[in-house]
Nanobody, 129 residues
């Protein structure tokens, strides 16, 4: 049973940084993709950054490229999201999610929330101006 537990959210001022962590279990298949998604109040859940467990390929939403970095520590069974230069529009509940996906060919496919069936409980990130 895949389990995902996020931590590291909080409140920061614009321009600040946060690092989110997601402790996971039962993800041993190299076909898994694991990543970060967010949902702001009144908006749909969107993909932020995803990494392929088997090969390390990464996918980012255009809105976070150059500011956020996703990384995976298999020895610690932990996924990270380093978020720099945070902006008020980054305010959202951030979720960790994982699933096996058919061969991913596009970032849109990897970042699509509907492709994931295993979700953590979320951690809140609030960025003030």
């Amino acid at each position: 049973q895949v389990q995902l537990v996020e931590s590291g959210g909080g409140s920061v001022q614009a321009g600040g940084s946060l690092r989110l962590s997601c402790a996971f279990s039962a993800i041993t298949d190299s076909t898994y993709y694991i990543g970060w998604f967010r949902q702001a109040s009144g908006k749909e859940r969107e993909g932020v950054a995803v990494i392929w467990v088997g090969g390390g390929s990464t996918y980012y939403a255009d809105s976070v490229k150059g500011r956020f970095t996703i990384s995976l520590d298999n020895a610690k069974n932990t996924l990270y999201l380093q978020m720099n230069t945070l902006q008020p529009e980054d305010t959202a509940m951030y979720y960790c999610a994982a699933d096996t996906l058919s061969p991913v060919k596009t970032a849109i496919q990897a970042l699509g929330a509907r492709g994931y069936n295993h979700w953590g409980q979320g951690t809140q990130v609030t960025v003030s101006s």
